[in-house]
């Protein structure tokens, strides 16, 4: 079982650039989140999809988008790169329940994103 | 915003002591988590305890929920220099969103 995968691991742009990154959730699982979290910071939620779907949105503007593909893996796309978009974004998958998610969410090793 | 602050922001102690790391959240939780985090890379999951569990034991790692005060504390027995790492709880609620706390910093010291 590899877990979760991202790619790619460090990422240089420029502002005002765009840019993808992707996740492969962990084999089994169905739901893919993605967070950001800044230097020194604990993670924030981005948003999560399911079924294909945006299943729920944390504060981020329409800037930040996704996609979920059949095979569940998920890529993030942000738009019109600001110096504070600067990294690291993390995926995280789980398998959702009856509804509800009662299992842990594992994480990826993240992909660092620096904008200058 | 981050729904969880966590206490202390850092924690410097001698290998073989025990560390207590504490998080307080701000609404009705399905369950909290317990994750570690290396030099800013990936979170690595520690440990769930469901918002009907009081207390759950795991190896070396002791976790407690309070729901009526809305805390949980993260106990480490007999740390190793290798513990050494960032801990953070993350509260979920309604979906499975996780709200992370700002994370405590702990050095053990050999």
């Known amino acids: 079982d590899a877990g979760v995968t991202q790619s790619p691991t460090h990422l240089i742009k420029t502002r005002g650039q765009q840019v993808t990154l992707r996740c492969s959730p962990k084999s089994g699982h169905d739901t893919v989140s993605w967070y950001q979290q800044a230097l020194g910071q604990g993670p924030q939620f981005i948003f999560q999809y399911y079924e294909e779907e945006e299943r729920q949105r944390g504060n981020f503007p329409d800037r930040f988008s996704g996609h979920q593909f059949p095979n569940y893996s998920s890529e993030l796309n942000v738009n019109a790169l600001l110096l504070g978009d600067s990294a690291l974004y993390l995926c995280?998958?789980?398998?959702?329940?009856?509804?509800?998610?009662?299992?842990?969410?594992?994480f990826g090793p993240g992909t660092r994103l620096t904008v200058l | 915003s981050q729904q969880g602050e966590e206490d202390p922001q850092a924690l410097s102690i001698q290998e073989g002591e025990n560390a207590t790391m504490n998080c307080s959240y701000k609404?009705?939780?399905?369950?909290l988590q317990w994750y570690r985090q290396n030099s800013g890379r990936g979170l690595v999951h520690l440990i769930l305890?469901?918002?009907?569990?009081r207390e759950k034991h795991s190896g070396r790692l002791r976790v407690t929920l309070d729901t009526s005060k809305k805390s949980s504390s993260l106990l480490i027995t007999a740390s190793r220099a290798a513990d050494t790492a960032s801990y953070f709880c993350a509260s979920e609620t309604s979906g499975s969103r996780l709200t992370f706390g700002e994370g405590t910093q702990l050095t053990v010291n050999p």
């Open positions: 305890i469901r918002s009907n569990e």
């Open positions: 609404t009705s939780i399905n369950n």
């Open positions: 995280a998958s789980s398998k959702i329940t009856g509804g509800t998610t009662y299992n842990e969410q594992f």
